[in-house]
């Protein structure tokens, strides 16, 4: 029963049927948010970029990291040193020898190295990469030609054509690559 805006529990009406709604689950909507937020808390790293770095950065997931020459790093085997944290805050450190990476089966982190090491243009952005690498972690692999060209069809498809062109190019400086090899 519902009178002059005071509902059966004592409570104004709205009051009441929002604690009857709290309490449907067992627990209030705070609770929830709280439990939900606490689930998989990660404290973000930034990697402040020197001028001896190729790249620092990182991604959705929470990993950060930044990409510096080796030494003993040559020009006929570029070689770069990864160091960061993964999305599950743990520090780590990768070598990577860049004609070694396969772009059809690679790591977020060995991509970026590669993108940098080749300075393709990120059109103003922070990748060249199709944005689903930003859910990537740091063990993750993927085929990033598939990703390119996944994006490229969306792209067309929702007449992005600006964008097509761009992921097109993109794509096209990783087939460069492996054409050398």
């Known amino acids: 029963m519902n009178v002059n805006g005071i509902g059966t529990a004592g409570y104004p009406a709205w009051q009441g049927a929002r604690k009857a709604q709290q309490n449907a689950a067992g627990r209030s909507f705070a609770e929830q948010v709280n439990n939900v937020a606490g689930a998989k808390l990660h404290t973000s790293i930034v990697y402040m970029k020197t001028d001896d770095m190729l790249y620092s950065g990182g991604?959705?997931?929470?990993?950060?990291?930044?990409?510096?020459?080796?030494?003993?790093?040559?020009?006929?085997?570029?070689?770069?040193?990864?160091?960061?944290?993964?999305?599950?805050?743990?520090?780590?450190?990768?070598?990577?020898?860049?004609?070694?990476?396969?772009?059809?089966?690679?790591?977020?982190?060995?991509m970026t190295a590669l993108e940098s090491y080749m300075g393709v243009d990120k059109n103003g952005g922070l990748t060249s990469l199709p944005p689903e690498t930003g859910m990537m972690g740091l063990h993750d692999r993927t085929n990033f030609m598939d990703m390119f060209q996944k994006q490229i069809s969306d792209m067309k498809l929702l007449s992005q054509k600006k964008a097509a062109a761009y992921y097109q190019y993109s794509m096209q400086a990783y087939w460069d690559f492996m054409n050398k090899k």
């Open 59 to 110: 991604n959705g997931t929470g990993l950060s990291f930044y990409i510096k020459y080796a030494e003993g790093s040559t020009e006929d085997d570029p070689t770069v040193i990864a160091k960061g944290v993964d999305e599950n805050g743990n520090e780590f450190e990768q070598t990577i020898h860049i004609n070694k990476i396969n772009p059809r089966n690679a790591s977020l982190v060995e």
